[in-house]
């Protein structure tokens, strides 16, 4: 091949080297700034639904100790209404 159809080659194989260039400094730190921003309020909307979801377990634990509180309690009243009605259905004794 002859230099003189070689050498434009090589100069447009440089510029395109050249040209294609790699992020500037100043480039990365805007695109990194708009990620962190994005990350931060991801971040903060998370820790906001942990604290929510924490709250809400807390409650349902309470409403479920309640729960089972109130069952015991109807269990008591329940023996109690059958140890009346017992009494009520045996035959009285006549008195003399």
């Given at each position: 091949m002859p230099v003189t159809k070689l050498a434009p080659l090589v100069v447009?194989?440089?510029a395109a080297l050249g040209l294609?260039?790699?992020?500037t400094k100043q480039?990365?730190?805007e695109q990194?700034?708009?990620?962190?921003t994005r990350v931060d309020s991801l971040e903060s909307r998370l820790n906001?639904?942990?604290?929510?979801?924490h709250q809400a377990?807390?409650?349902a634990q309470a409403a479920?100790?309640?729960?089972?509180?109130n069952g015991q309690r109807i269990d008591q009243l329940n023996a109690r209404v059958d140890g009346i009605e017992q009494r009520?259905?045996?035959?009285?004794?006549?008195?003399?």
């Open positions: 447009i194989t440089a294609s260039g790699c992020a480039f990365v730190r990194v700034a708009v990620v962190n906001a639904t942990d604290a929510l979801a377990q807390t409650e479920g100790s309640a729960a089972q509180a009520m259905t045996k035959p009285k004794r006549a008195r003399n």
